[in-house]
């Protein structure tokens, strides 16, 4: 309807006129049709051939409580605080999935958890744990737009050996520096590290008995997430004259869960050393100080090369914090906020994410939007600010007008998805506007809540809203395509039996 009046004015306007000066208004009227669009001044960024840095720093098991600006009141996060303050701070963002590898997956190939090659944790030498040649990886699609590719700290999603097709150099990043295994990325003092595809030894030792890749360390010399926090400043400033895209994939706050209740490994507590708390809480907190601390040096560096106002800057986690590994207590510091369960379930506490973006002169400053997103929007949402081209099979929907400010009401009123390995089959979950469903894989039950007035997911609606539990049935019937390593019935099991490290502790 637009464009037929579009066309009608400007067919009026141009009687009588001159060709030259038809074409002159020709161009003028559609310029600013186009601008009236939701999202247009950042999807005109690539036309016009500046493409936007893209900075993603991920953080592993944060949960939606643990940023001041998210609500936390015992650890300081003032550089995070301080992006919202100057970006957008949403408030339904959620991620893949409720582990690290399943999530990650989903945000590195833009479909959902149903669809993905990895829908649970453990090591991807391991089947079903790893991509493949044949998948289309966001770093693949930021590389064929023209952009440096980068992955700073932990991957999971590919391996030597029979599992290199999902190498990080393999799936589109130009440059890795970091992790391959989430239990190697247990350990903040390990023997090794990989930089692209090969060993990089480091000055810590394992304790014996244990492999080299996984366990604690007698002799503990560097600090992983240091050598990271430097890596991320030496690839901004190599890279900041020309397009680039780079994963900052911190391990913190994870715990080395190896290293039973002593997991918060920090090379000192800081200003929390004299808390009157348990040495692990002390820990965490000193893991959250720093890394803030290396958020901070991060942000100011982009700012002082001059490139702030043509980089865009997201802030987020993987999935929500786990109950209590490594002597961790979420519910001490009520690390998942107001939301019911912890890391590994698909109530929100597992899934629902802080989510900041920053980019002076394009993100609104000092917002907040209570669209929901997820990781599978990041992948065509980051093609479009680039000028890529996502997959067709994508799950996800562009949210850069949302990042602009606009209203996209579309990103609501469609059907999410997430599943995750509960005794041997998958869970699933999804959410519908505000509804919310979880269905049980053994009895097949489906819970349903309504997070407008239940974010607790306290209060079980099934029963009164049947037509509601039937579209989601419906949903959760079609949304997933098998796969033998990640069943939801006994009978579509594998026959490959994987190994006790896929577990949510990885």
């Known amino acids: ?6 066309r009608s004015i400007v067919r009026q306007r141009c009687l009588g006129m001159p060709a030259a000066c038809r074409l002159a208004l020709l161009l003028t009227s559609w310029s600013a049709v186009v601008a009236s669009f939701p999202g247009a001044a950042l ?17 592993d098991d944060l949960g939606y409580g643990a940023l001041g600006c998210y609500g936390q009141k015992l650890v300081a996060t003032p550089n995070i605080d301080r992006m919202a303050a100057e970006g957008l701070r949403f408030t339904d963002a959620y991620s893949g999935g409720p582990v690290c590898a399943s999530s990650r997956c989903v945000l590195m190939t833009g479909v959902h958890g149903g669809h993905a090659r990895v829908r649970g944790n453990g090591d991807a030498s391991m089947p079903g744990l790893s991509l493949l040649a044949s998948d289309v990886s966001l770093p693949r699609v930021m590389k064929d737009a023209g952009y440096a590719t980068g992955l700073i700290g932990k991957w999971g999603l590919g391996d030597v050996g029979k599992a290199q097709a999902g190498l990080p150099t393999r799936q589109g990043f130009d440059y890795f520096f970091g992790y391959l295994r989430h239990g190697h990325a ?3 003092y390990p023997a090794f590290l990989w930089r692209n595809e090969s060993k990089v030894k480091l000055r810590n030792g394992p304790t014996k008995g244990l492999a080299a890749d996984r366990g604690t360390s007698a002799k503990k010399v560097e600090y992983s997430h240091d050598l990271f926090a430097e ?24 715990c080395n869960n190896e290293a039973g209740a002593n997991g918060m490994e920090t090379p000192s507590y800081g200003k929390y050393a004299d808390r ?49 590994e490594g002597g961790f207590d979420a519910e001490f510091f009520d690390a998942n906020g107001p939301f019911r369960g912890f890391k590994g379930h698909v109530t929100e506490a597992g899934i629902r994410i802080p989510l900041i973006a920053c980019w002076p002169g394009h993100v609104p400053a ?11 929007d990041v992948m065509p949402t980051f093609a479009a600010l ?3 081209a996502a997959p067709q099979q994508t799950d996800g929907k562009d949210f850069s007008p949302s990042l602009a400010g606009k209203d996209q009401p579309e990103l609501a009123d469609r059907f999410f998805y997430w599943e995750f390995d509960k005794l041997d089959l998958q869970q699933q979950g999804s959410r519908w506007n505000n509804w919310k469903a979880i269905r049980d894989p053994k009895s097949g039950a489906i819970e349903l809540y309504d997070l407008a007035t239940d974010v607790g997911e306290t209060t079980n609606l099934a029963a009164e809203h049947p037509d509601i539990v039937a ?12 796969s033998p390593y990640w069943p939801v019935t006994a009978e579509s099991k594998a026959p490959v039996k994987r190994e006790k490290s896929a577990s949510p502790a990885s």
């Open 231 to 254: 890596e991320a400043l030496k690839f901004v400033r190599e890279h900041a004259d020309e397009p680039f895209f780079l994963t900052v994939a911190f391990t913190i706050p994870h």
């Open 186 to 188: 247990h350990n903040y």
């Open 471 to 482: 579209r989601f049935a419906e949903f959760f019937r079609t949304a997933r395509t098998d």
């Open 276 to 324: 009157d708390w348990p040495e692990p809480l002390k820990g965490y907190a000193a893991m959250m100080e720093r890394m803030d601390g290396d958020v901070g040096r991060l942000l100011a560096l982009i700012k002082e090369l001059g490139i702030d106002d043509k980089t865009l800057v997201i802030f987020a986690s993987d999935n929500g914090a786990p109950r209590d």
């Open 1 to 6: 309807m637009m464009l037929s009046h579009f």
């Open 366 to 376: 000092g917002e907040t939007t209570a669209t929901p997103v997820y990781f599978a």
């Open 386 to 388: 680039a000028g890529g």
């Open 43 to 59: 999807a005109a960024a690539p036309a016009s051939g500046a493409k936007p840095n893209i900075v993603l720093i991920l953080v």
